[in-house]
């Protein structure tokens, strides 16, 4: 059976959201030259609507039309004539990042986006196979790059700060080893030569090559059945044909906004770009990988975006992640593309968004580009089981073949072969391939086979159901089973490797993988092949099963009987999240030990991979970073992770410890590192930054008194640092000190340099890590008002009515303190409770995240009770994406120099992974810094050392 379906037109022109001119629209009969003609055309119509965001930065249309005519002018000036060949790009999921592969695609030449989120060894291959010819990467200090490039800040979560990027391009030189391309190109460097080369010769001095429709724009790397990465080519016609599609089935237009959260390396990636930018729509780029699950829906909503285009698992756990009244208001369309969706994920999305929100099944591949599109609209019932691949897309003539190569009939299972003007012009330096799947018409289409099979609703809905070979989506990225093989096989403990995927309609899909040692009796640890194949491959391609055998089983003709092989264990049920701070904690060690992604409170060890190996190594870590020496029977009586950290949890509060200080790491010859915690949070929520600082940076951390054992509370952040203070200058008797607190412990710090300045100490540095500016601060501002100036000339009684408005005014801002921010707060009973619970904290050991709670609204009394002085030290700021002061809120009270850092994630998140490599980072410099102080004047720290017993 074959269907062609051409769905609904779009309109010629559109108005555009500055009024005025009419913004015009694509027409499938009548397409563009080019990509980079449309988006000049764009460009001209749309001049001042924001094309491009990512947090921190925005970028309008004719804004990023100038600045990648920079970028191209620079890496054409570069490359000789007779250089012929495409141009890699290494630059973060960002404004920058987008700008260079729209730079790239105005040289005429096709760029190949890489990942910096995989190996660099698999960057290396890539760009080895695509014959780069040149690198366009960001090699110098971030801050001075988005100066260069022309980023222009912009407020995220009421936030003006700038973020950074997260791309090293050392590793992928390192490992391509003198052989990759003969340039490699500065982002910012590339943009300020190119400006400065078309201001001194003119515009229209410029020649600027022009692509046709047919001519390569992209090459898109897939796992490859070899073992080694394929390069799949899309021209300037694929594209055009998705933004087509884009418009016509998706609705995008002029007024729109994106979010792009797919890795634009990807190929669906890389089409939400044209979506968006080709259509007149903006596209705001967040990277969840790197900033964190739980800042995207702050980041949808503070934003306004209209459109999300995202995976299935990736859909579930920003659901997940919702309050349960937790609305996405702005959102027209949502969709769903790379592996299967069901019916119960549209059901469990519709409460999140408005009520006129359509979801949309976006099916495709890399070889075919968009394949089609299944609306749900608003209202209609989801499909009970698999939502189906959907209509064809405008331009691509679907056909269902038997095995004997006769169309199929309307309901019977067939072949998916494609064809059309438009798809991937083939596979890249591999011709043999290419004629395997591809067969040119002499009409001038192209038929594809894919792969998959499928079969035909009477009303032509295609349904897809799965491949004809052994590939499989794997958290939307298709893995072919052989490359895993081919990493597994380069161990040389590993005789004999078989990877198999498991599908199942209501988990996850995983790979198994079936491994023979090569030394007869052996019994590999998963733990170990884990953590040797994150090496090689990207963290979706390793097996999150790994079943040692003796032995392959073998049929008759001594080739490997796939269905013989023993049955994988089920897949452990999802289970919650880590919650408490133990388990957070805990489950930081688990990952490392387990070489795991995530770990969930209900998740079995051993079920994990873990054995007697894997165990030791975790109750060593235990005893090492947490100070906690636990039984080798522990992990039999608390097998999961909540249990374990309960039990770690009651084996501190009885053992003998400080109640206020953890010793993180109390070896090293460095200064220690002091570190303070906010309002109710655990000191060992440093121990992320701890473990990344080096076994040579002693680390300590203070939490309030009473946290975990019964005591008193101190009442103000003053007497909360003399207490604090007393145990450092034990351990510490002489500076420099260095202080580094997290929300309210960033007040605590401040005032404790503050006393040891007075008592005429060393502050070598300071930090302050996400802390907000007091609420003192708006409740004098607010009050300032009430109090009377004096009155003498006035006579004794105007005086005395002074004297007692000033007390009238003194009283009220003392009450405002005391009372809610917001005071119709002030009837809910969870408000009359909390304030009924602050007299008790420390005294009463709450049970749970209670116990956190009434600590935290302590600490928020403090700090509406504590207004900073001036400090004239070095300052280390930090920033989440949260934080509702001004970038430069911090300025009035850091006299001396200091630094503002961006960090894209939630408030809670910045001491967690991966946000504290960059941080730990600054934080080894500074240390560096006051170090090499001390030796250049011969002075060294006397440094106490206290242990678990003191």
Same mark, same amino acid.
């Given at each position: ?90 630059? &973060? ?87 990759? &391309? ?92 044209? !979506? ?101 609209? &608003? ?78 609703? &009477? ?25 895993? %093989? ?115 409170? +209900? ?72 570190? !303070? ?16 600082? +080096? ?65 005429? %100490? ?144 939630? =408030? !809670? ?5 991966? =946000? ?35």
């Amino acid at each position: 059976m074959a269907l062609n379906e051409s769905g609904r037109r779009a309109s010629l022109a559109v108005a555009t959201p500055e009024g005025g001119a009419f913004f015009p629209a694509l027409h499938f009969d009548d397409l563009p030259a080019s990509v980079v003609s449309r988006f000049r055309e764009v460009a001209t119509h749309l001049p001042d609507t924001p094309a491009l965001v990512s947090p921190g930065v925005v970028m309008t249309f004719a804004e990023a039309d100038r600045r990648t005519d920079d970028i191209a002018m620079a890496v054409l000036g570069r490359l000789d004539a007779n250089e012929d060949g495409p141009v890699a790009t290494l630059l &973060p999921h960002s404004v920058a990042g987008l700008l260079g592969v729209l730079g790239v695609l105005k040289t005429g030449r096709p760029v190949v986006p890489l990942d910096p989120m995989v190996p660099a060894e698999r960057m290396a291959q890539i760009v080895r196979q695509a014959g780069c010819v040149a690198l366009l990467t960001d090699l110098g200090d971030s801050s001075v790059a988005r100066s260069t490039v022309g980023l222009r800040p912009v407020g995220t979560n009421g936030s003006n700060a700038t973020a950074e990027s997260s791309v090293n391009p050392d590793a992928l030189l390192a490992a391509l080893a003198g052989g990759g &391309p003969r340039h490699v190109l500065d982002l910012a460097a590339a943009a300020a030569d190119g400006a400065r080369w078309i201001a001194a010769n003119g515009a229209d001095a410029v020649w600027w090559p022009q692509p046709l429709v047919d001519d390569p724009a992209c090459i898109v790397f897939t796992s490859g059945s070899t073992g080694a990465p394929k390069g799949v080519v899309w021209t300037n016609g694929t594209f055009l044909c998705d933004a087509y599609a884009g418009a016509e089935r998706l609705g995008f237009a002029p007024g729109d906004r994106l979010a792009l959260v797919l890795p634009y390396s990807f190929a669906a990636g890389i089409t939400v770009v044209v !979506f968006g930018l080709l259509n007149g729509a903006g596209v705001y780029a967040y990277d969840p990988r790197a900033a964190g699950l739980s800042g995207l829906a702050d980041w949808i909503s503070s934003q306004h975006l209209t459109a999300l285009q995202t995976t299935p698992s990736l859909l579930r756990s920003l659901v997940g992640s919702l309050e349960p009244d937790q609305v996405l208001a702005d959102l027209r369309i949502v969709t769903t593309c790379g592996e299967a969706v069901y019916g119960r994920d549209i059901t469990a999305l519709r409460p999140h968004v408005p009520p006129a929100c359509t979801y949309v099944n976006w099916s495709g591949a890399s070889e075919i580009a968009s394949l089609g599109f299944f609306e749900v609209p &608003p209202g209609t019932q989801p499909p009970a089981g698999t939502v189906p691949a959907g209509l064809p897309a405008t331009g691509k003539e679907v056909v269902l073949r038997r095995e004997d190569g006769t169309p199929a009939d309307p309901g019977e299972v067939g072949d998916v072969e494609v064809t059309s003007a438009y798809l991937s012009a083939g596979y890249w330096g591999n011709a043999e391939m290419t004629t395997s799947r591809f067969t040119p018409l002499t009409d001038g289409r192209t038929t594809c086979r894919t792969g998959d099979v499928g079969r035909f609703e &009477p009303n032509g809905t295609l349904i897809l159901l799965g491949r004809r070979d052994a590939a499989v989506k794997i958290r939307g990225y298709l893995v072919e089973p052989s490359e895993v %093989e081919a990493a597994l096989l380069s161990s040389a403990e590993i005789a004999e490797a078989v990877v198999t995927a498991v599908a199942h309609p209501s988990a996850r899909n995983r790979l198994v993988a079936y491994v023979v040692p090569a030394v007869h009796g052996n019994t590999l640890s998963p733990v170990r092949i884990r953590r040797r194949l994150r090496e090689k491959l990207p963290v979706w391609m390793v097996p999150t099963t790994i079943i040692p055998l003796a032995e392959l089983p073998r049929n008759e003709r001594g080739k490997v009987d796939r269905g013989a092989l023993p049955p994988p264990p089920e897949a452990p049920a999802v289970s919650a999240r880590p919650r408490t701070q133990w388990e957070i904690v805990v489950a930081d060690i688990w990952t490392r030990v387990l070489d795991l992604e995530e770990v969930g409170i +209900g998740d079995d060890f051993m079920e994990l991979g873990g054995d007697s190996l894997a165990a030791n190594e975790l109750l060593t870590l235990v005893a090492e970073k947490l100070g906690i020496t636990m039984p080798s029977s522990a992990l039999v009586d608390a097998p999961t992770l909540g249990e374990f950290a309960r039990a770690l949890s009651l084996a501190q509060q009885s053992g003998p410890r400080h109640p206020t200080v953890v010793p993180l790491r109390t070896t090293g010859s460095r200064p220690p590192l002091f570190c !303070f915690a906010g309002a109710g949070a655990l000191a060992l929520g440093f121990h992320s930054l701890a473990r990344r600082l +080096g076994d040579d940076q002693p680390v300590y951390a203070f939490q309030a008194h009473g946290l975990e054992r019964r005591g008193v509370p101190d009442w103000s952040v003053a007497r909360t640092a003399r207490r604090h203070l007393e145990i450092i200058r034990v351990l510490a008797p002489r500076g420099p000190y260095l202080l580094a607190g997290h929300s309210l412990g960033g007040l605590i710090a401040m005032e404790i340099a503050q006393q040891l300045a007075a008592a005429g %100490e060393e502050v070598g540095f300071l930090s302050i890590m996400d802390t907000y500016l007091p609420a003192s601060l708006r409740i004098e501002s607010a009050g300032s008002g009430s109090a009377a100036g004096s009155g003498g000339a006035a006579g004794s009684s105007k005086a005395a009515e002074d004297h007692a408005r000033g007390y009238r005014g003194r009283l009220a801002r003392f009450t405002q303190k005391l009372l809610p921010e917001q005071r119709a707060n002030f009837t809910s009973k969870a408000t009359l409770k909390k304030m009924v619970q602050i007299p008790l904290t420390g005294v009463v050991q709450f049970g749970g995240l209670e116990q956190f709670d009434v600590f935290f609204n302590h600490g928020r009394l403090l700090e509406r009770f504590y207004r900073p002085r001036p400090w004239p030290g070095r300052t280390l700021v930090y920033r989440s994406a949260e934080n509702p002061d001004p970038e430069d809120a911090w300025s009035a009270f850091l006299t001396g120099s200091h630094d503002t850092h961006f960090v894209p994630c939630e =408030h !809670f998140y910045l001491l967690r992974e991966p =946000h504290i490599i960059k941080i730990s980072e600054h934080f080894r410099a500074e240390i560096d810094r006051v170090v090499a102080g001390l030796t250049k004047t011969g002075r060294r720290a006397d440094e106490g050392r206290l242990t678990a017993t003191d």
